[in-house]
Nanobody
Framework: QVQLVESGGGLVQAGGSLRLSCTASGDISRLYRMGWYRQAPGKQRELVATITRDGNTNYADSVKGRFPISRDNAKNTVYLQMNGLEPEDTAVYYC????????????WGKGTLVTVSS
């Protein structure tokens, strides 16, 4: 089983930046895709960004150009650099991962709250 632990969330003003980190532990030798999803109050969970072991990325249109995702395979860690934060970005951000070439993520972190004030 894989465990994912997020860190880096908090309260920031609009226009500010945060860096989220997610470190995987457990049976992690075959993780292929890691990334971030978010769930805003009263909204459905949505994709933010993902990255594969070989560096291929996928972004939601709303964050492309603002939230670059990166990955350190040696540290089993994925990062989300959140720049130009807006109140609409307020959500619980969840780290997710899979060992398969699929968008179905079987492994999830507990989430970290990002609140952006106007």
């Amino acid at each position: 089983q894989v465990q994912l632990v997020e860190s880096g969330g908090g309260l920031v003003q609009a226009g500010g930046s945060l860096r989220l980190s997610c470190t995987a532990s457990g049976d992690i030798s075959r993780l292929y895709r890691m990334g971030w999803y978010r769930q805003a109050p009263g909204k459905q969970r949505e994709l933010v960004a993902t990255i594969t072991r070989d560096g291929n990325t996928n972004y939601a249109d709303s964050v492309k150009g603002r939230f670059p995702i990166s990955r350190d395979n040696a540290k089993n860690t994925v990062y989300l650099q959140m720049n130009g934060l807006e109140p609409e970005d307020t959500a619980v951000y969840y780290c997710a991962a899979t060992s398969a070439i699929t968008w179905s993520m079987p492994y999830w972190g507990k989430g970290t709250l990002v609140t952006v004030s106007s």
